[in-house]
């Protein structure tokens, strides 16, 4: 956290200093105020100056704010200072898009899950995973990142909203088999689910989307624990090439994959198992895979 004095006042604020620093409110604070700027064609610095005084707590459009800008000089030192603290302070919101050379895009990789629950139109709430997707099931997962990757080819929009009513499910009384109490996906009344998260608000999909695909790149690039034992999810993924467009396919040859050997079941059954469960058979996998070559290594040597 970065601490700062605010001007004239007295008062003294905090302003976080990466994203993993900010609360839940912020975190989804920020996308509202990413997508009014967006909506409105704003600039970043912009974006940057209401952010920043959305973690003060400043309100412009006050009384008391307003009056301490009546003087000119107050206004352009009031002015070089916010410029300073959001170019200082602020630059970690964004990042380049080198595939595009757009320019900077909102920057988010946490992978814990800031919008674990959304109220508002849909009667009883809708309820997402938890952090880093530990209680998703390996069909849930694997719809969903089918989803994500078609809205990455396609930006049509209804693709995402898929994505997204695989994730967020309405409440239920009895656990499934993940330890989450969210009602199954019914495909004969799937339709009605994606209609449902359709009408999500466009912040609210945007932290959705960027979560989940912050979740879909840690899981095949970095370390996980799975029952007291770290697993190198970069060497489970080594052979697959980086990229959006690879990461469906890689999920559903797994599926077909696990379903062939046999070592869990069908197909459908395969899907209802927990997401780290599947990922703990592949680790194992791969272990056996390797201690075979050592072996056949050695035994070639003699």
Known sequence: MTEIEIYGTGRKGLIPSSWDEMSAEQIQGVFRIYDECTRQGLSTLDFSVRVLYFFLGI????????????????RARHAENVYRLCDSCLGYLFT???????GAKLAYASVVNSLPEIRGVFGRPLIGPADL????SFGEFRHAATALNAFFQSHDVQDLDECIAHLYRRRSNKANRC???VSDVDNATFHKDVKRVSRLLSWQKNLIMMWFAACLKYLQTDTVIIDG????MSLLFASEEAGHSDVSFSWNDLLVQIARDQTIGT?????????????????TNYKENQRYERNKKTDQGK
């Open 96 to 102: 380049e898009d080198e595939d595009t050379g757009d």
């Open 59 to 74: 309100r412009p459009s006050g009384r008391a704010f307003r009056r301490r800008m009546r003087y000119p000089a107050r």
């Open 267 to 283: 197909i459908d059954r395969v899907d209802q198992e927990p997401l780290f469960s599947i990922f703990s058979l592949m680790w």
């Open 229 to 232: 034992e770290a697993v190198n």
């Open 133 to 136: 997707l530990q209680d998703l």
């Open 179 to 181: 330890g989450r109490f």
